[in-house]
């Protein structure tokens, strides 16, 4: 699976709105075939930030995302909104779900 984080620094007099600022774009990522989660959380530490946490089952999925239609209108939607570029970590991962948290089992 490719596996992305990404931390979106959104200007504080739209922070609270981000939810509904980037529905359209989550509600049509989360559509796609190979999409296996794009979930987003806010930041304790700085209300301001948003985390997305996602990932497509292959290299084809996560191609067919970026070069979809609602990408393309979030690229020209989305960053009007923003403070900064996002930042991103990427990886390709030989799995297709979460694995538990041993260490925090619970029994």
């Not at 989660?37 to 990932?55: G, H, I, K, P």
């Amino acid at each position: 699976m490719i596996f992305i984080t990404a931390k979106f620094r959104v200007q504080p007099e739209h922070a609270s709105n981000w939810p509904s600022i980037s529905a359209e774009f989550t509600q049509a990522t989360r559509a796609e075939p190979g999409c296996l989660w794009f979930d987003w959380s806010r930041s304790l530490d700085d209300t301001d930030e948003y985390v997305l946490v996602e990932a497509f089952a292959d290299d084809d999925a996560a191609t067919a995302h970026v070069t979809s239609a609602h990408f393309k209108a979030a690229q020209q939607h989305l960053p009007q909104y923003l403070v900064e570029t996002p930042r991103i970590v990427n990886f390709k991962l030989p799995q297709d779900d979460w694995s538990e948290l041993g260490e925090l089992a619970v029994k």
